[in-house]
Nanobody
Framework: QVQLVESGGGLVQPGGSLRLSCEISRSIANFYGMGWYRQAPGKRRELVATTTRTGHTDYSDSVNGRFTISVHDTKNSFYLQMDSLKPEDTAVYYC?????????WGQGTQVTVTS
């Protein structure tokens, strides 16, 4: 079983920054895709950012230019740097990884941007 653990969530002021981490229980080389998604209260889960083994990245329009996804292969981890946070960014953030047959999800971490 593949386990993903998010960390780094919390409360932050508008305009502030947070860095989320996703630690994977297996080598990150097993997965072709890594991503971050979020779900706000009353909203659908949405893509935030994804990256692939080939280095392709994709960001939602709402976070493009403010968030950055990055990968640290030797730590089997990847990250979401969130800058210029807005109240609309408040959500539970989930990391996931994909191999060619499955998608695996973390348990989520709460990000709250106050007022």
């Amino acid at each position: 079983q593949v386990q993903l653990v998010e960390s780094g969530g919390g409360l932050v002021q508008p305009g502030g920054s947070l860095r989320l981490s996703c630690e994977i229980s297996r080598s990150i080389a097993n997965f072709y895709g890594m991503g971050w998604y979020r779900q706000a209260p009353g909203k659908r889960r949405e893509l935030v950012a994804t990256t692939t083994r080939t280095g392709h990245t994709d960001y939602s329009d709402s976070v493009n230019g403010r968030f950055t996804i990055s990968v640290h292969d030797t730590k089997n981890s990847f990250y979401l740097q969130m800058d210029s946070l807005k109240p609309e960014d408040t959500a539970v953030y989930y990391c996931n990884v994909r191999d060619f047959g499955n998608t695996y999800w973390g348990q989520g971490t709460q990000v709250t941007v106050t007022s």
